[in-house]
């Protein structure tokens, strides 16, 4: 529940939504039910009446530095009679926009109008080659071959990269397809509705990156991979069915068959998307536990669908959370955005911290080491002069 306040005034009842007293923007709150028949609409920043049809509302809380506070339950009071009651919520769990669409766009058009924003982008109209119609699962099973792969396998859509509720197994190619293809299997390590992901590797994954033309000759040849930057750039080709997470590297994200829902959130939101490294805790982007991520309800989704034959535009370090509609077959496009001697030279998925970076990050371990042989009153002190100075000489305007 959300503490929110009900000043009374002759005559009516005032609901008020102070964003003080939020765990979630109050623009985001739709309606509040006061009773399982009556509710009312709100606006951001809006007192509206409620009805004095039903009994009156009177809830007992006091005022706070920011507004005014109320206890989870309430009372409903007509003279003496005192009942109790809840404040139910139904409310967008997410603040969101969507992403922009362009249409025929060729390398000259991406290079001026899109790429400098650094926001993703969905790229429609742009010849992908046969592949968009060749790729059935009959095709795919047939012509990509029996080598085999290594793939995740869950007993639920959602992976989790955190606490790995996965396994790995390997199958090969084509029973990978025809497996992913399945609603229910009659082969299966888990369970029968078991998911399935695969993100298609080197054939040493220690040191070769994944490239289509070089794992998958005779389907790269139905792909025409969009030349949005030099060759030099290039680092890899992925096959990929579903991951949520970041990375390193621009990349295009081509859906070749299939739909897909892509939910994408900005670097400058990593403070709410709870981190543990480089990956999200938050599973479920819609219906997220605000009472365990509360700070979730700050970060804004980008949202997108993609059809058969869209390409999605996604920039280095922004997260992305997709959703499978339906089977299907997507290829991720990976290049280097900044200069080569930049990145880890061991790096083979494009996920590891560019050089500098990770340099930094040491170095910040062992500055919180040192602020560690403090007491505690001048260690917070002095780590909050560490993030203020983090902040006046790094944060940037330009991004946001």
Not at 62 to 69: A, I
Request: glycine share 6%; net charge positive.
């Amino acid at each position: 529940m959300i503490s929110l306040c009900l000043p009374p005034s002759p005559g009516s009842v005032c609901v008020s939504l102070p964003a003080q007293d939020l765990s979630v923007p109050h623009s985001q709150i739709k309606s509040v039910s006061l009773s399982q028949n009556q509710s009312v609409s709100l606006s951001p920043s809006q007192d509206l009446p409620v009805s004095r049809s039903q009994p009156r509302i009177c809830l007992c809380g006091s005022p706070g530095p920011g507004g005014c506070s109320f206890p989870r339950t309430g009372r409903s009071c007509d003279g003496n009679r005192s009942e109790r009651f809840l404040l139910n919520f139904n409310m967008d769990h997410q603040r969101k926009s969507t992403v922009a669409v362009h249409r025929n766009v060729d390398k000259e058009v991406f290079l001026r109008e899109i790429y400098p924003l650094r926001k993703p982008a969905v790229l429609k109209g742009i010849h992908l080659g046969t592949c968009t119609s060749k790729w059935t699962v009959d095709y795919l099973t047939t012509t990509g071959g029996s080598q085999e792969v290594k793939v995740h396998v869950a007993s639920v859509p959602q992976m989790d990269f955190i606490n790995k509720n996965f396994i790995y197994r390997t199958l090969p190619f084509d029973v990978f397809v025809k497996r992913a293809a399945e609603a229910t299997h009659a082969q299966y390590f888990i369970s029968e509705d078991e998911k399935y992901y695969l993100r298609s590797l080197g054939v040493d994954p220690r040191k070769d990156i994944a490239d289509i033309t070089k794992q998958f000759p005779s389907l790269a040849e139905d792909i025409n991979i969009p030349e949005f930057f030099e060759k030099n750039q290039f680092f890899s080709s992925v096959f990929r069915i579903s991951s949520p997470g970041l990375q390193v590297m621009d990349n295009l994200l081509i859906q070749v068959t299939g739909r897909k829902r892509v939910v994408l959130f900005s670097p400058r939101d990593a403070p709410y998307l709870y981190l543990t490294g480089d990956k999200s805790e938050v599973l479920d982007v819609d219906t997220p536990d605000l009472g365990k991520y509360p700070q979730f309800a700050n970060a804004l989704g980008y949202e997108c669908q993609l059809d058969p034959g869209d390409v999605l535009f996604i920039p280095a370090l922004w997260f992305h959370n997709t959703v499978a509609k339906e089977f299907g077959v997507g290829v991720n496009v990976f290049w280097k955005h900044l200069p080569a001697d930049c990145y880890d030279k061991t790096d083979t998925y494009g996920n590891k911290d560019p050089l500098a970076a990770s340099r930094a990050m040491q170095i910040l371990d062992r500055a919180l080491k040192t602020l560690g042989e403090l007491p505690d009153e001048y260690r917070d002190f002095y780590a909050c002069r560490m993030v203020l100075r983090i902040q006046s000489k790094t944060y940037s305007n330009r991004h946001k």
